[in-house]
């Protein structure tokens, strides 16, 4: 089942999910070895290739918000994808996420629709392995507990922001809570590492600081996927 995708590349059981289009191409160029386009229908830029360590990664463009992730996530596990990791940008809630700072989700509270209707719990949770592997032995990105939301731009933002305040969210993005779901469903290995891009001051950062800050994303995700992949398969019981 491929309704959205079209590849025309191999698809590695490794993934890395930005949002963005532009965004995937530059992670390929940055992170792959003479990259493959594995698809572009619908404006969804996907690639594959091998990284310097020698293991094949496929970079896959999601669009944005819950319901397009889990269509591609769906889809790419439909074609052999096995472990991922979204990459993006959030929005600090709380005054201590200083913007430029890198985080990784630790939960994803469930206030988006796809993640709701695919059976999420209160708060989504990655692959343990592949989230240690993020943090890097606390070396790498501190794990906070984000919210995903379906409205970018929401007029009862101000009201809505308090109330997951005090529900313990620390950043909110559009996409990890679907992810996270459905690779709980799916039974592979999902994580989520985003940037600060937004203060909850209202601070932004520029896109060509986005776009720096999205590739340390994808090499720090790229390293977490290769040492995932290597460990040894737990014995069958």
Not at 68 to 96: F, M, N, P, Q
Not at 187 to 202: K, N
């Amino acid at each position: 089942m491929s309704d959205h995708l079209r590849p025309t590349a191999p698809i590695a059981t490794s993934a890395l999910l930005p949002g963005d289009p532009a965004r995937a191409m530059a992670l390929a160029q940055d992170l792959l070895e003479r990259p493959l386009m594995a698809n572009h229908a619908r404006g969804l830029w996907g690639y594959w290739g091998t990284t310097a360590a020698g293991e094949e990664l496929t970079i896959q463009a999601t669009g944005v918000g819950g319901p397009s992730v889990a269509v591609v996530l769906e889809e790419l596990i439909e074609l052999g994808v096995r472990r991922a990791i979204r990459i993006g940008t959030c929005r600090a809630l709380r005054d201590d996420l200083a913007l430029g700072r890198l985080v990784t989700a630790g939960a994803a509270i469930a206030a988006d629709g796809a993640s709701v209707s695919l059976g999420a719990p209160a708060q989504a949770a990655p692959d343990p392995a592949l989230a240690a592997s993020l943090r890097n032995g606390g070396d790498g990105p501190a794990a906070v507990t984000l919210v995903s939301t379906d409205l970018y731009y929401d007029p009862d933002g101000a009201a809505r922001h308090r109330a997951w305040l005090e529900q313990g969210a620390a950043a909110l993005d559009m996409g990890t809570a679907a992810a996270l779901t459905l690779g709980r469903q799916r039974e592979i290995a999902v994580a989520s590492a985003l940037v600060i891009s937004t203060d909850a001051g209202g601070a932004t950062l520029s896109d060509e600081e986005i776009n720096v800050a999205c590739l340390e994303l994808g090499r720090m995700g790229a390293r977490a996927l290769g040492a995932v992949a290597r460990q040894p398969a737990e014995p069958q019981t």
